[in-house]
T-cell receptor, first 115, second 114 residues
């Protein structure tokens, strides 16, 4: 069965420091991986996705994510955090064998960036 | 270009009451979705519509019905609301049902059932 784990409920970083939000996944086929961000009282906004090819994916607002097949991970990273990056981050996966409609979301990781 | 819009933004119902959540998209997308978001559980798919004229059950369909009114609009109906349906509801759309298609989300409806 498909699953997504975000092992940290909360991540705290200081402004200007690098940040990492972790995600691991389990699928039976090839994974299609997504990161979304949710600001307070807003819907989810798309950040980036991994479909195939280069393991390092670049997305919106300076975020990037590294796909690691052997570790089944897709961690979100940013070299220098901003206070405005504080939000709730969701990792999501689709499995080719399960079909395009079934997107499994992680429970979310709340990121706090301190000035 | 408003993207995905949802009405209402907030709603309080009493147990047993009914209501319809409205969703519309102006991106000419074929596929639309309804999710619920509960604390610590991420988003769970209630129903989806692959294309105009089709709907299908997702992960947690019990207690809900949907209507794909046209290509733009996809509504979610609670026939007899229960406290377990207290949640934040998100509508989303995507160009199609492909695995690679990105979903775009509306701002959400916060529903409380007393």
């Amino acid at each position: 069965a498909q699953s997504v784990a975000q092992p940290e409920d909360q991540v705290n970083v200081a402004e200007g420091n690098p940040l990492t939000v972790k995600c691991t996944y389990s699928v039976s086929g090839n994974p299609y991986l997504f990161w979304y961000v949710q600001y307070p009282n807003r819907g989810l906004q798309f950040l980036l996705k991994y479909i195939t090819g280069d393991n390092l994916v670049k997305g919106s607002y300076g975020f990037e994510a590294e796909f690691n097949k052997s570790q089944t991970s897709f961690h979100l990273k940013k070299p220098s955090a901003l206070v405005s990056d504080s939000a709730l981050y969701f990792c999501a996966v689709r499995d080719a064998r399960a079909g395009g409609f079934k997107t499994i979301f992680g429970a979310g990781t709340r990121l706090f960036v301190k000035a | 270009n408003a993207g995905v819009t949802q009405t209402p933004k907030f709603q309080v119902l009493k147990t047993g009451q009914s209501m319809t959540l409205q969703c519309a998209q102006d991106m000419n997308h074929n596929s639309m979705y309804w999710y619920r978001q509960d604390p610590g559980m991420g988003l769970r798919l209630i129903y989806y519509s692959a294309s105009e004229g089709t709907t299908d059950k997702g992960e947690v369909p019990n207690g809900y019905n949907v209507s794909r009114l046209n290509k733009r609009e996809f509504s979610l109906r609670l026939e007899s609301a229960a406290p377990s349906q207290t949640s934040v509801y998100f509508c989303a759309s995507s160009e199609g049902p492909m695995l690679t298609d990105t979903q775009y989300f509306g701002p959400g409806t916060r529903l409380t059932v007393l």
